[in-house]
């Protein structure tokens, strides 16, 4: 007995040894699979979340708000709407009110909405009689179209320009061509100014800027003027300027007060369009 004890004791130790070797090389394969899939699995989730967000933001559309810039009479904030990484609306979503200042905020805000999207930079003209207003206004468009120039979707569209340059080295053929297209681009801007529309109050005659087929500018060459005349127009003319550019045909609205203004107004404007053919 005293022999065979010992014996026994190897016996018994060497099969617990092999035992745990196996089960330690049993377990090693089966957790680093698991631990790796469960690593892998939320950094999948999070890509696919942030996948969506940087497809909608380099599209170029939507509206951009300014800061608030303090003036003398009060805050001024522009809002702006964005499409394909153009400029197709600009408002004052504040601006300065009571007293004269609600008189020069609505002389000078419409104007200076419209010139935004005329022009689609802050390269604008004050308004005379609202410099405090008009400055505001630029400090505060400036740091929207900052906000734009900086978002993906202009990155992306600023590319446009560069992969269209490149096309005259694709032959010389490709450069004529390219040549011939900028000469008639050229050619498809024009002014044209529509027929007279008389009013109640006087006559109404529109001139609108074509480019490609868009207005890019209406004004009233004609208006309105004497007594009250002068108060309805300033208020009336410079919303509907605005908006004759941001819809590109005659259907817009009437401004409330002045309605013999705007019937005559919308004529004229139809009248124009119909010379440029649209």
Known sequence: MKKSHPVRRVVL??????????LLLSLKPASDPNAQAAGAAPQQTQAAQESPQGGSSATGNGTIDGSVVQTEYGNVQVRLTVANGKITKAEAIQAPKGGTSD????????????????????????VSGATYTSNGYKQSLQSALDKMKASPGSSRSGASPSQGAGSPSQGGGSGS???GSGSSGAARTKTVTGAVAQTQYGPVQVRITVSNGKITKAEAVQAPK????????????????????????????????ATYTSGGYKQSLQSALDQAGG
């Open 13 to 22: 130790a060497t099969a617990a040894t092999v035992s745990g070797v196996v």
């Open 103 to 126: 008189q020069k905020t609505a002389l000078s805000i419409p104007k200076l909405t419209q010139e935004t999207v005329a022009a689609q930079s802050a390269a604008i003209d004050s």
């Open 177 to 179: 061509q390219a040549g």
């Open 226 to 257: 004497g007594g009250l005349s002068d108060q309805k127009t300033a208020l009336s003319i410079p919303k509907l300027n605005q908006e004759a550019v941001a819809a590109g045909s005659a259907k817009i609205d009437s401004v409330s007060g």
